[in-house]
């Protein structure tokens, strides 16, 4: 029959058969691969290839998981009132994270609309700013993963994986406080936690969750870290086994770990799941408290951790304090000069300035008062038998008394250059 169908060719769709957006069928290919793909549905029809098979709306094919109902549809005028709030979120993001970073937490919770997903991903991760930081290496999803590795999972995927099996100790001791029945069971059948929780938190429940709830899942986690993940592995914990009619199946490890690779996909789908992650109380200081715990026991009975691994950070305000993005270089601006009395640039009332600057303003004034008067016949014998080439500053000369002020700035410097020559040259004769 095999061999039939790959002489033949695909087949054409049943009358009456159409494909759209959600519907398609399937037929058997020449290929290996479509071979084991069929001798898995399990139905004669299905392996005769008259098999539809539903594709949800990211385009994958609704395997198993089908009979969990409909995917959750957000309106369209919702959809376009998220997308505008998301893009005045990303337009100013340092100021949003700054001031409004519960927003964002709220806006995660709900969901990230489609089209800003990869975008919103980039920002919450601090992808974008690895980007910035090292242009023309790689591409976004790449910097997106090792932020992920680095500072979501830190040692999550280094050798003999200690920091998976310190997670597993996190989140087994949790789950006491969460489900106590549920940890009873599982510590009765000494069942380790690597044996069900590896793949879950290794593939932040990629491998396990339903696209759809994958992905609003991930929406979390990178708004807030690793405390999502530890909140879905305890909900899925909680309702698989979580009360004793749902242990009666489960008498021994072999059905207990079965029970929890094939959860149920009501517990699985994406509204209740999510609400369930919001609303239970697991915190970071929470996580923290208990990592310090299981690290000292594992310290007491395996000493030391070979995999020195840097702290990880609790989602993406964290993430932003630690590596800041790039500010902008402040270009210089003009600068502009005011009169002495003049007021600053909004400030109330006229300036004042100091007092220091007011006895100097004083004694200028006194000085200049004191130029206009004629000499003394007193002062004017003592000039005379000094016969200093430079006269004091308080006696003009005669020929200066009646000339504008501004023919007689030279002479002001040129006095005050042979004060400073003196001076110098008073010091340099005490030097010597």
Known sequence: MAKSHGENGPRAPA?????SGTRESLAPGPDAATADELSSLGSDSEANGFAERRIDKFGFIVGSQGAEGALEEVPLEVLRQ?????????????KWMAKKHKKIRLRCQKGIPPSLRGRAWQYLSGGKVKLQQNPGKFDQAFWCLVQIC????PGYYSEKLEAIQLDGEILFSLLQKVSPVAHKHLSQQKIDPLLYMTEWFMCAFSRTL??????RVWDMFFCEGVKI????????????LGSPEKLKACQGQYETIERLRSLSPKIMQEAFLVQEVVELPVTERQIEREHLIQLRR???????LQCHSPPRLHGAKAI????????????????IRLPPDAPLPGSKGKYKPPKQVQKEQRKQVKASGQRDKPPTPSQAKVAAAAGDACPPRDVPPKDLVHQDPQDSAPQDSAY???????TSQESEDTYL
């Open 150 to 153: 680095e500072k979501y999972l």
């Open 229 to 240: 993940i530890f909140r879905v592995g305890l909900v899925l914990l909680k309702h698989a």
């Open 82 to 94: 998220r997308e505008s709030k998301w893009l005045d979120m990303l337009n100013n993001w340092d």
């Open 416 to 422: 005050h250059c042979s004060q400073e020559s003196l």
């Open 210 to 215: 339903p696209w759809s709830s994958v992905l």
């Open 320 to 335: 932003l304090e630690a590596e800041p993005g790039p500010w902008p270089t402040l270009q210089p601006s003009p600068s």
């Open 15 to 19: 009358a009456g058969g159409h494909l």
């Open 298 to 304: 594992w310290q007491d009975t395996r000493g030391e």
